[in-house]
């Protein structure tokens, strides 16, 4: 372990994940630099990287308003070198220029949901806790889990938990569903959750609970995470300077094929047709791949 490593503040209840990795690709200069945090969170990240450049300028950007305020408290020592906007990660360009930043030297991307929202009954993120419907990560939207559950078309349902979730009788529970709301609106986390384990079966042991993967396709359309991910992904690279960094950290399969088809594509030599003898593209490569 580095002796010289950055620690987090004492009573840091959350430890971000691949904070090694972060620094070390982020914190590659020890002069100025600029960084954009397009998901701040509780500001763990952005905390890290201000310890280890003291030089270090750090946007943080949340659509969350309650990870703002957290992130405000966990960056105040360095506030000077710290401004947290509200928005969303997709405008993260434009939010950056509004600040006078033209360009910047890295952008990072902890893409998915927070442990605090995870953690928090009243979110309704987890059916692991009961709460309200919600999923919301901006509560500005009026978009909940409750209102797609609620309104949604059997075939839209059926997309969101094939596509998204991944679940397996998608088509089944998204019938089930509309069967079951002709009488009565789903309202909470406990309830939905229930009502998918007996529509759905329940898992064999070792194997995720039934529900898990409802909720993922469902919190992904509330928030359209995936959308969301590939306009950012566009705007870093309308930001970046020549030879900064663009980090991004996924957690399943479909935000990694994003982020990899994305990254391959901008680094690729050639796009040529196959069976060309000749490349005649042209391509010239946009970003250099460092990481597997």
């Known amino acids: 372990m580095e002796a010289d490593f950055p620690t987090l503040p004492a009573g840091f209840s959350h430890t971000p994940v691949l904070h090694r990795e972060v620094v070390e690709y ?31 300028q750090i946007l943080g950007i949340d659509r969350d308003s309650e990870a703002l305020e957290r992130a405000k408290k966990t960056v105040a020592f360095a506030m000077e070198r710290c401004q947290l906007a509200r928005g969303e990660f997709s405008n993260l360009a434009e939010i950056a220029r509004s600040i006078g930043w033209d360009s910047v030297d890295g952008v990072l991307l902890d893409i998915g949901v927070s ?60 019938k089930a569903i509309v069967t079951r709301r002709r009488d009565q609106f789903f309202a909470t986390t406990a309830e939905f959750a229930d009502f998918c384990e007996s529509v759905l079966g329940r898992s064999r042991p070792g194997k995720l609970p039934s529900p ?31 030879g900064g960094r663009l980090v991004v950290i996924s957690f399943h399969s479909l935000e ?28 010239c490569p946009i970003l250099k791949i460092i990481t597997r």
């Open 26 to 56: 982020l914190a590659v200069t020890d002069g100025p630099c600029r960084i954009i945090d397009g998901t701040v969170g509780c500001g763990g990240h952005s905390t890290l990287l201000l310890q280890r450049n003291p030089q270090a």
């Open 256 to 283: 990694d094929r994003i982020v990899k088809n994305f990254f391959r594509d901008q680094a690729a030599t050639c796009v040529c047709p196959p069976g060309l003898p000749v490349c005649v593209c042209n391509q």
């Open 212 to 242: 898990t993967k409802v909720f993922q396709g469902l919190r992904i359309a509330v928030n359209d995470e995936l959308g969301e991910l590939r306009r950012s992904l566009e705007a870093a690279m309308t930001i970046l300077r020549p």
């Open 115 to 174: 442990s605090p929202q995870l953690d928090d009954a009243q979110r309704g993120f987890s059916f692991r806790q009961n709460g309200p419907l919600d999923m919301r990560m901006d509560q500005r939207s009026g978009q909940t889990a409750a209102r797609l559950v609620n309104h949604a078309t059997e075939a839209e349902l059926a997309k969101i938990f094939a596509e998204y979730g991944e679940v397996t009788g998608s088509y089944k529970l998204a």
